[in-house]
């Protein structure tokens, strides 16, 4: 099978990796001083350190040489949310396409698929998903991943690309669902960020693991309850690109989007904090969409509110935890 992956960062040259144990697999990178890097190193170390890119793995900057490589294969699209409508755009009408972005996209408020609707309309579009941090998929360690979309034989594409030894790629019809979830754990990683970033400070009185525990449980049944009002079904959260993906990105610190939390709960502020990033946290840009959507579907998000505060500056992390703690008792469910 023929594959390009568009995007070579960390997700991308991860996923590209995978890929071309078993698959002739050809990585476009943006810039070509980058790809010039992939090749003279044969490991991508601005964003995957020292693991090395298997032998197999081809790279390229021309973009006509990946787009014809993927003409009768799997076009795969993996750069942050921010560009993929772009990336849709370039590609030609007929051909599907499978994307890794997870997010909402910041300008419209749309998912992956609502935006593949609006640029090519008449074509098969998916996305995969689920708990992956890319450095451990790039070492080869042992993940499950989601493909969702409501063309069979482009899911099928998707499990016959990256299933294997160490990659377990299960489906979906509910392209939705994995979206949402997909998107709203970010916010929620940045949220659980926080809260341990204020537990690490060790005042008295700070919040411990009951704290995350109770963020991750109620940050779920926001994510569901957005989910179900925008049509998803709500056992997809309770799979790996809900509950799975919430919880390796809340508790796991290779994720950029609880390092966000971390520092904001450490006193840095936004700008401060992206600049020491130096990666992409989709919740930063996600955070406002999410509360917006949600008020336009009459979801409440209290967690998200929260997380938007802080990141618009109107609340600092230990106001914003306290005004969670100070809502009205209510039903569970
Ligand atoms: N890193 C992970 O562990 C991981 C895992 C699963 C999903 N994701 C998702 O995958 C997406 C990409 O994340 P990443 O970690 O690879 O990000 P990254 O910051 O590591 O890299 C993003 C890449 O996209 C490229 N890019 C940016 N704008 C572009 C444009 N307009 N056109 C073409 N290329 C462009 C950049 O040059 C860079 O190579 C995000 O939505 C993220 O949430 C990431
Ligand atoms: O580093 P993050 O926070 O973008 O998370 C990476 C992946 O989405 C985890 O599944």
């Known amino acids: 099978m023929k594959i390009a992956v568009f995007g070579a960062g960390a997700w991308g040259t991860a996923l590209a990796?995978?890929?071309?144990?078993?698959?002739?697999?050809?990585?476009?990178?943006?810039?070509?001083?980058?790809a010039q890097a992939l090749l003279a190193?044969?490991?991508?170390?601005?964003?995957?350190?020292?693991?090395?890119?298997p032998p197999t793995l081809r790279v390229t900057a021309d973009f006509s040489q990946a787009q014809a490589h993927a003409c009768q294969g799997l076009t795969v699209i993996a750069t942050p949310m921010a560009a993929l409508r772009e990336q849709l755009a370039r590609i030609p009408d007929a051909r599907p396409v499978l994307w890794l972005c997870k997010g909402f996209e910041a300008r419209t408020g749309a998912l992956g698929h609502e935006v593949a609707r609006e640029v090519r309309p008449s074509a098969a579009a998916?996305?995969?998903?689920?708990?992956?941090?890319?450095?451990?998929?790039?070492?080869g360690q042992p993940t499950a991943l989601v493909a969702a979309s409501n063309d069979t034989a482009l899911v099928q594409s998707a499990v016959a690309a990256f299933h294997g030894d160490n990659l377990r790629v299960y489906s979906s019809t509910?392209?939705?669902?994995v979206e949402v979830g997909g998107a709203v754990k970010n916010v929620l990683a940045i949220a659980t960020g926080i809260v341990d970033g204020l537990a690490g400070a060790g005042r008295e009185g700070a919040p411990g693991l009951n704290a995350r525990a109770a963020l991750i449980t109620r940050g779920l049944a926001e994510m569901t309850r957005l989910g179900v009002a925008l049509g998803a079904r709500p056992d997809t959260f309770m799979g790996l690109s809900g509950l799975g993906d919430l919880v390796l990105t809340a508790t796991g610190d290779l994720s950029r989007n609880r390092r966000v939390g971390l520092m904001l709960a450490a006193g840095?502020?936004?700008p401060e904090t992206l600049s020491e990033l130096g990666h992409v946290a989709e919740?930063?840009?996600?955070?406002?969409?999410?509360?917006?959507?949600?008020r336009a579907a009459g979801v409440e998000m209290p967690i998200t509110d929260a997380v938007c505060e802080v990141l618009e500056g109107r609340l600092g992390p230990a106001d914003a935890l306290r005004l969670l703690m100070a809502r009205d008792p209510r039903p569970e469910a």
Request: net charge positive; charged share 25%; proline share 2%.
């Open 283 to 294: 919740g930063v840009y996600s955070a406002v969409t999410v509360r917006d959507r949600a």
């Open 268 to 270: 840095r502020t936004l």
């Open 174 to 177: 509910d392209t939705v669902g």
């Open 126 to 139: 998916g996305v995969l998903s689920g708990p992956s941090f890319a450095l451990e998929v790039a070492r």
């Open 41 to 53: 190193e044969r490991r991508n170390s601005r964003y995957l350190g020292g693991v090395a890119l």
């Open 17 to 34: 990796m995978a890929a071309a144990q078993r698959h002739d697999t050809l990585l476009w990178a943006r810039d070509a001083s980058q």
